[in-house]
T-cell receptor, first 114, second 113 residues
Framework: GEDVEQSLFLSVREGDSSVINCTYTDSSSTYLYWYKQEPGAGLQLLTYIFSNMDMKQDQRLTVLLNKKDKHLSLRIADTQTGDSAIYFCADRPHGSSNTGKLIFGQGTTLQVKP | DVKVTQSSRYLVKRTGEKVFLECVQDMDHENMFWYRQDPGLGLRLIYFSYDVKMKEKGDIPEGYSVSREKKERFSLILESASTNQTSMYLC????????????FGPGTRLTVL
């Protein structure tokens, strides 16, 4: 079945850029998502990218999609301590428009040091 | 704003107990989901419902059942709780077919002793 993989941990200094990476196996994905989970909270949608795009920018966030390598990344510019959280990559496979089913990665814990 | 609420933030139960986790959304969404979240495993889909009284198994349905009698409420039931069901449980909802976003509740941390 489909799979989504992420590294588990990333540590950066405040003010640096963070890059969180994700790989997926489904060659027919329609949408790919980045969700953020702050401590003690549920998941919040950060951004998503349609599979026919290769880049999307939203303020400090840049999403890059390499369909050939099935690689998705999230870059956070000027990382702040408030960005410390778990970041989940998720894939919506082709054919799941009706159900909305998502496949999530393991989550990357981002630690921002002052 | 969409609001998804879960009945408890923390719950402690004993092995063998029947456990109900409740989820309510206030935006008339058609689709609702139950996930469990475990460190290093991410979110795994237990069950989902695409309409009232409709349900489908997700990736890890064993040991769980669900109920959706009303559109706004989706319940997860552990018929006989076991220690390996200790986890964070997250509910989500989505407007309906073609909608891009799932909205999540705050989660219920369940401990089974």
């Amino acid at each position: 079945g489909e799979d989504v993989e992420q590294s588990l941990f990333l540590s950066v200094r405040e003010g640096d850029s963070s890059v969180i990476n994700c790989t997926y196996t489904d060659s027919s994905s329609t949408y790919l998502y980045w969700y953020k989970q702050e401590p003690g909270a549920g998941l919040q949608l950060l951004t998503y990218i349609f599979s026919n795009m290769d880049m999307k920018q939203d303020q400090r966030l840049t999403v890059l999609l390499n369909k050939k390598d099935k690689h998705l990344s999230l870059r956070i510019a000027d990382t702040q301590t408030g960005d410390s959280a778990i970041y989940f990559c998720a894939d919506r496979p082709h054919g799941s428009s009706n159900t909305g089913k998502l496949i999530f990665g393991q989550g990357t814990t981002l630690q921002v040091k002052p | 704003d969409v609001k998804v609420t879960q009945s408890s933030r923390y719950l402690v139960k004993r092995t063998g107990e029947k456990v109900f986790l409740e989820c309510v959304q206030d935006m008339d969404h058609e689709n609702m989901f139950w996930y469990r979240q475990d460190p290093g495993l991410g979110l795994r889909l237990i069950y989902f419902s695409y309409d009232v009284k409709m349900k489908e198994k997700g990736d890890i349905p064993e040991g769980y059942s669900v109920s959706r009698e009303k559109k706004e409420r989706f319940s997860l039931i552990l018929e006989s709780a076991s220690t390996n069901q200790t986890s964070m449980y997250l509910c989500a909802s989505r407007q309906g077919q073609g909608a891009r976003e799932q909205f999540f509740g705050p989660g219920t941390r369940l401990t089974v002793l």
